[in-house]
């Protein structure tokens, strides 16, 4: 429903790339990895039941505390069912890499949005290292590995991909010799300063990553930051309802996630970092956010990788932004949770923006939003930036299918309504 203005301060949920990269490193490691701040969403979950099927131990401390008893690089034991990673792309990329090398083999599925992207992204880059996956028609999971020996090699990736690299880099720790992931654009590098704190060595040389083969990991200390994914919901809602002030506590900052707030400023948002400080290899601050009357922009390339997973709710505020905002070069966002490209067009449209579906993106009109039902497409993000327009229509924004929220961000009503936003769920 339509707020009046948005104020006060909350802290953002763990950021879910580095809560999987928590479980899989310390699931590896020698010794017991302590987690802080894991987000207790439904993806990261999926994870850490994919390793506790794999024989390795996890105790709850804490509400987003955990203990993991490393089981050691080559410690993981066969699953006595298939593993289901439900809703969560980074969970069944990443431990295909892992699982490729393992002496057993295992199946991997998911609901039927996982079913349905493209896996051959990184099953064409693993067999090149000696792996041996079936895939389902169209390189889509249910995927069956069977492990087998690896072997290093160099791979230029053809797209801009974290998931892709990282699966690599994790299967390189498996390989004889070295693997080396040359990378055409930036993507986020929590693998890496992971790994790293985890003590395996990387070589890093412009583009290129070399991990060299059965490297030990040592088990490490994890404080997990806010997730800069789950915070852009808020820094668009405070800076386009009017009268708002807001402070996102413990946000991630790296600078290979930003693109959301580089692409936000450019528009005219007013944001500002406080209390910057780094914690276990990663940037942190909290994050000030003020109204603002936003313009539209192009939106530069070389932010798209940076922002990837920000574009739905980017689109609300260019959908309310003077003039006109265009995207170009995120052909990836086709492939997400949904077609998040149409996904979003679909609901700007029936909220009465004008929009122009791009293959590779969209041009959206600046406009006023006016009430409406909307399918989110079981998307959790796509459910999310919508409620968030609700915020300014001219009459109630209705979103069905809004289970999926609880993939990345369990809480988001709560804090929304926290803030001061006007919104109500029903089962
Ligand atoms: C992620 C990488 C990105 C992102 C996803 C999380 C990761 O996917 O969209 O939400 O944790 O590595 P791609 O690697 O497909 O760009």
């Given at each position: 429903?339509?707020?009046?203005n948005?104020t006060?301060?909350?802290?953002?949920?763990?950021?879910?790339?580095?809560?999987?990269?928590?479980?899989?490193?310390?699931?590896?490691?020698?010794?017991v990895?302590?987690?802080?701040?894991?987000?207790?969403?439904?993806?990261?979950?999926?994870?850490?039941t994919?390793f506790q099927?794999?024989?390795?131990?996890?105790?709850?401390t804490?509400?987003?505390?955990?203990?993991i008893m490393g089981v050691g690089?080559?410690?993981?034991?066969?699953?006595?069912?298939k593993?289901?990673?439900?809703?969560?792309?980074?969970?069944?990329?990443?431990?295909?890499g892992?699982?490729?090398?393992?002496?057993?083999?295992?199946?991997?599925t998911?609901?039927?949005?996982?079913?349905s992207?493209?896996?051959?992204?990184?099953?064409?880059?693993?067999?090149?290292?000696g792996?041996?996956?079936e895939?389902?028609?169209?390189?889509?999971?249910?995927?069956?590995?069977?492990?087998?020996?690896l072997?290093?090699?160099?791979?230029?990736?053809?797209?801009?991909?974290?998931?892709?690299?990282?699966?690599?880099?994790?299967?390189?720790?498996?390989?004889?010799?070295?693997t080396?992931?040359i990378?055409?654009?930036?993507?986020?590098d929590?693998?890496?300063?992971?790994?790293?704190?985890?003590?395996?060595?990387?070589?890093?040389?412009?583009?290129?990553?070399?991990?060299?083969g059965?490297?030990?990991?040592?088990?490490?200390?994890i404080?997990?930051?806010?997730?800069?994914?789950?915070a852009?919901?808020?820094?668009?809602?405070?800076?386009?309802?009017p009268?708002?002030k807001?402070?996102?506590?413990n946000?991630?900052?790296?600078p290979?996630?930003?693109?959301?707030i580089?692409?936000?400023?450019?528009?005219?948002?007013?944001?500002?970092?406080?209390?910057?400080?780094?914690?276990?290899?990663?940037?942190?601050?909290?994050i000030?956010?003020?109204?603002?009357?936003?313009?539209?922009i192009?939106?530069?390339?070389?932010?798209?990788?940076?922002?990837?997973?920000?574009?739905?709710?980017?689109?609300?505020?260019?959908?309310?932004?003077?003039?006109k905002?265009?995207?170009?070069?995120?052909?990836?966002?086709?492939?997400?949770?949904?077609?998040?490209?149409?996904?979003?067009?679909?609901?700007?449209?029936?909220?009465g923006?004008?929009?122009?579906?791009?293959e590779?993106?969209m041009?959206?009109?600046?406009?006023?939003?006016?009430?409406?039902v909307?399918?989110?497409?079981?998307?959790?993000?796509?459910?999310?930036?919508?409620?968030?327009?609700?915020l300014?229509?001219?009459?109630?924004?209705t979103?069905?299918?809004?289970?999926?929220?609880?993939?990345?961000?369990?809480?988001?009503v709560t804090?929304?309504?926290?803030?001061?936003?006007?919104?109500?769920?029903?089962?």
């Open positions: 429903h339509r707020s009046t948005l006060g301060e909350i802290a953002i949920p763990g950021d879910k790339s580095i809560s999987h990269r928590a479980i899989m490193l310390g699931a590896l490691a020698n010794g990895t302590e987690v802080n701040g894991f987000l207790q969403g439904a993806d990261c979950l999926a994870t850490l994919a099927a794999m024989g390795v131990k996890v105790e709850q804490e509400n987003h505390s955990l203990k690089l080559h410690g993981l034991s066969a699953p006595k069912q593993i289901d990673l439900g809703n969560s792309g980074t969970s069944i990329r990443l431990i295909t892992i699982l490729a090398g393992q002496p057993f083999a295992t199946v991997l998911g609901d039927a949005s996982l079913c992207r493209p896996m051959n992204r990184v099953v064409q880059p693993l067999s090149q290292m792996a041996k996956i895939t389902s028609a169209e390189g889509r999971a249910p995927l069956i590995i069977y492990g087998t020996a072997k290093g090699i160099s791979y230029t990736l053809p797209i801009v991909s974290a998931q892709v690299k990282s699966c690599l880099l994790l299967a390189g720790l498996y390989a004889s010799g070295k080396t992931v990378e055409i654009g930036v993507s986020r929590h693998t890496e300063r992971m790994l790293t704190g985890f003590g395996v060595k990387l070589q890093k040389e412009g583009n290129a990553i070399t991990i060299e059965g490297q030990t990991l040592t088990a490490a200390a404080t997990v930051p806010g997730d800069i994914s789950s852009a919901f808020f820094m668009v809602a405070a800076s386009i309802v009268n708002s807001v402070v996102l506590k946000v991630g900052i790296n290979t996630r930003i693109g959301c580089n692409i936000l400023k450019q528009m005219g948002a007013k944001i500002h970092f406080q209390n910057e400080r780094e914690v276990c290899g990663e940037p942190v601050a909290d000030e956010v003020e109204s603002a009357k936003l313009h539209g192009m939106i530069p390339l070389d932010q798209v990788p940076l922002a990837i997973d920000e574009f739905p709710i980017l689109f609300i505020a260019a959908a309310v932004a003077a003039g905002t265009i995207l170009h070069g995120a052909k990836e966002l086709r492939v997400k949770e949904s077609d998040r490209i149409h996904s979003m067009a679909l609901g700007l449209a029936t909220l923006i004008h929009c122009e579906e791009h590779d993106g041009t959206i009109e600046g406009g006023k939003f006016s009430s409406g909307i399918d989110s497409h079981h998307d959790h993000r796509i459910a999310m930036a919508f409620s968030i327009a609700g300014l229509a001219d009459g109630p924004v979103i069905k299918e809004c289970d999926n929220v609880k993939t990345s961000f369990p809480n988001f804090l929304l309504t926290d803030l001061g936003g006007n919104l109500e769920v029903r089962q």
